[in-house]
């Protein structure tokens, strides 16, 4: 008996999957975007206190100037500044829908990368704890089964990060269109499908879930949506990837996680000029992403931009710094009480550092659970962050 391609289609997945697809294409919730700057960002150079004579002391060349000097921080509240690269995102300062919290980071005082990232990654303490994530975790206890997308926890990359690994698979999608030619292989090729990944074992579960993304990623065509309201993407990693976001998130196809990586962070040398590059790659991304989306569908999208640590206080002898703690998290978009610095600030001075870094005054897991409780809702937060207590809101979100 011949089928059509959407006859083979239904009776590869079943009926209750394809009307589960239906109605997640219809979705409308909220989408989390996780910026991770792996290399350990310096968020003293970031969001500078250009108000800590202790800041400038340490610093006497991988510094920011004071607010009105050659090049110098763009002033957010008198004490706290913008480096001038980032000058691209004062607009959503100003508008409320940018923030940043300061001192922030993981408890650990690791400062191995590998271990950092999988520390903060997982949501636990012990790097070799656990081999799920927090968003892997989040995305678990919140599922609810055949009527949920399969694109809810997404990677713009190659692989999907630890924070994203968990009982329900996540995508990791570095390409749209190169799914075509699987698509394209015709009736024959979805009738052997059909007769080969009919019944429950893993493997066939698997394989009509990635027949799902396929036939999804067809319908919906991401790749053809070119970007809106005049944004334009530079032509490198971070500047494709946030592009990639867009159109996953502009075709509704039910994405809640989307991930995107930036690297070049580990400034132990020049710092200067390379910090300043990446930031202007950061902040260009950023700002074609939020006009790509538009203001009405921003309402829905927040994004958080984070790093494994932060650097020393003071500066090396290579003109760079060194692996440190504390850190600065941006947060933007839908649901941010922005145009503030969110800090419990410790200060730069002698007896204020811990072992010659920023202390860690807000650990991570505060802001993202104060992010899940307010941006993504039915959040059980003893099993994304198990052995953490929050402490209570911040009051980042609204």
Not at 9 to 21: D, S, Y
Not at 58 to 77: F, K, M, Q, T, Y
Not at 109 to 120: L, P, T, W, Y
Not at 148 to 162: D, E, L, N
Request: hydrophobic share 40%.
């Amino acid at each position: 008996m011949a089928y059509s391609r959407r006859e083979l289609w239904t009776k590869l997945v079943g009926q209750e999957t394809e009307q589960a697809i239906s109605r997640a294409a219809g979705a409308s919730g909220n989408t989390v975007v996780v910026i991770f700057m792996r290399g350990a960002v310096d968020g003293l150079n970031v969001v500078v206190p250009h108000g800590s004579d202790d800041y400038y002391a340490r610093r006497p060349i991988v510094r920011v100037s004071r607010p009105g000097e050659n090049d110098g921080a763009l002033d957010l509240d008198g004490f706290f500044g913008l480096h001038p690269a980032l000058s691209p995102l004062l607009p959503y300062w100003q508008s409320g829908q940018f923030a940043a919290v300061h001192a922030a980071g993981s408890p650990h005082s690791s400062r191995s990368h590998f271990d950092a990232q999988a520390i903060m990654e997982s949501g636990v303490q012990d790097p070799t704890a656990t081999l799920t994530g927090w968003v892997g975790r989040h995305v678990a206890a919140t599922h609810s089964g055949s009527s949920a997308s399969p694109f809810r926890s997404v990677a713009i990359a190659g692989a999907a990060p630890h924070s994203q690994q968990g009982p329900v698979p996540p995508l990791a999608l570095s390409s749209f269109d190169r799914f075509d030619s699987i698509m394209n292989q015709g009736a024959d090729f979805l009738s052997a499908m059909a007769m080969m990944h009919g019944s429950n074992t893993g493997l066939d579960i698997h394989s009509r879930l990635a027949l799902e993304v396929l036939d999804t990623l067809k319908r919906a065509n991401p790749a053809a949506l070119e970007p809106a309201n005049g944004a334009e993407y530079a032509n490198n990693g971070f500047g494709r990837g946030m592009r990639k976001a867009a159109q996953l998130i502009r075709s509704n196809i039910g994405a809640e996680f989307v991930s995107v990586d930036i690297g070049g962070w580990d400034t132990h040398v020049n710092q200067n000029g390379a910090l300043r590059n990446n930031l202007a790659t950061l902040a260009n991304g950023l700002v074609a992403f939020m006009q790509d989306l538009g203001p009405t569908a921003m309402q829905r999208v927040t994004v958080v931009c984070m790093s494994e640590f932060g650097r020393r206080a003071g500066e090396n002898g290579s003109f760079g710094t060194d692996h440190g703690h504390g850190n600065a998290m941006l947060l933007l978009g839908g649901g941010v009480n922005g145009g503030r610095v969110h800090s419990d600030w410790p200060g730069l001075a002698d007896g204020d550092l811990d072992n010659g870094d920023l202390q860690v005054t807000t650990d991570y897991r505060q802001v993202l659970s104060e992010l899940l409780q307010r941006r993504s809702g039915g959040v059980r937060l003893g099993e994304v962050f198990p052995g953490y207590t929050h402490p209570g809101g911040l009051g980042l979100f609204h």
